[in-house]
C-alpha cells in the first residue's frame, strides 16, 4: 500500500483521503526537524512499520482463529495435510510431517495387506501424534484395507479414488475412526455428507492427482459456505505460502491437503 503524510503529518491514501488505519502512530513524536516540523520519510517509515506490525498480528490472530477447528479435528498443530502419494508417503515422510506439526497420511494404495499393516506399525514407532491411512476405493486390495485399518483402530481413514459407499464409511466409522471423502462436485458434498463423511476434502482440477471437473475456486464457493457441520479441508494447487495465504484471506479457508510445496 501507498501511504502519504498530509501537510499536518496525517496519513493519507492515494486519492488523498485520510487512511483506514486503526494504529495508535505518533508520527510527529521524536521526529521534529526543527524548523521543517515533521520528517516525512521518517514518519512515513514509521507508520509503515507499525502497520506492517499490526497487520502481522492481525493475520495470526486470523491464522489461530481460522485453523481452530481444523486443528481439533485432526488433533495436529497445523491443519495441513500431506497428500497421500503411493510409494511416496511411506512411514518415513508421513511420521516426519507429523512430528513437525502437520498431519501425514499413510498411502495404502494397492500395497499388499501385510506390507500396509507393517507400514503402520512402523509408523506409529516413529511417532506418537495422529495419522491416517488414505484407502483407494478402486484397489483390488481395497476390501481387506479398509478391514485392516478397522482392525489396527486408525484414528482416521481416508476414502480416495472413487466414491465410497455408505456402508463403507459407516464401517470405518463403528471402530472408532473418522472419515474423510473426496468431494470434486457440489452435489457429491452433500451426498458424501448424507452418507456419513465426518469431513470433505475439496480437490478442484488444479490437483495433481484424482482431479475432478470443477476448479478449486468454484467448489469452494459452492460448498464452504454451505457446510457447517463438518470440517472441509481444500486441495489443488497449494504450491506454496503465498496461495495458502490468499485462500485464508479471501474465503477463510481453514484447513489445507498438499502434495507438493515449493
Request: overall charge neutral.
Amino acid at each position: 500500500a501507498h501511504v502519504y503524510l498530509g501537510p499536518a503529518g496525517e496519513v493519507l491514501d492515494t486519492l488523498g483521503k485520510t487512511f483506514p488505519v486503526f494504529l495508535d502512530v505518533q508520527v510527529r513524536a521524536g521526529l521534529d526537524d526543527g524548523e521543517h516540523g515533521v520528517d516525512p520519510l521518517r514518519a512515513r517509515s514509521q507508520v509503515l512499520a507499525q502497520m506492517r506490525a499490526l497487520f502481522l498480528a492481525v493475520l495470526h490472530q486470523m491464522r489461530d482463529r481460522f485453523f481452530e477447528r481444523g486443528r481439533k479435528f485432526l488433533g495436529s498443530r497445523y491443519p495441513v495435510m500431506c497428500g497421500a502419494m503411493t510409494w511416496i508417503s511411506d512411514p518415513g515422510l508421513v511420521s516426519s510431517v507429523c512430528n513437525a506439526g502437520g498431519f501425514g497420511l499413510l498411502a495404502g494404495g494397492n500395497a499388499p495387506p501385510d506390507i500396509l499393516r507393517s507400514q503402520i506399525e512402523l509408523t506409529r514407532e516413529l511417532t506418537a501424534c495422529p495419522f491416517g491411512v488414505n484407502v483407494i476405493t478402486l484397489a483390488p486390495n481395497y476390501p481387506e484395507h479398509l478391514k485392516l485399518v478397522c482392525d489396527l483402530g486408525c484414528e482416521f481413514v481416508v476414502f480416495a479414488g472413487g466414491i465410497p459407499k455408505k456402508n463403507e464409511i459407516r464401517q470405518a466409522k463403528s471402530c472408532g475412526a473418522r472419515s474423510i471423502c473426496f468431494a470434486s462436485t457440489g452435489p457429491l458434498a452433500m451426498s458424501l455428507i448424507d452418507r456419513g463423511a465426518d469431513a470433505l476434502m475439496l480437490e478442484g482440477s488444479e490437483a495433481g492427482g484424482h482431479i475432478g471437473p470443477v476448479a478449486l475456486s468454484v467448489l469452494i464457493q459452492q460448498i464452504l459456505f454451505r457446510v457447517e457441520h463438518v470440517p472441509v479441508f481444500i486441495a489443488g494447487g497449494k504450491l506454496d505460502e503465498n496461495k495458502i495465504t490468499r485462500e485464508e484471506a479471501q474465503f477463510e479457508v481453514e484447513r489445507f491437503w498438499v502434495g507438493a510445496l515449493r
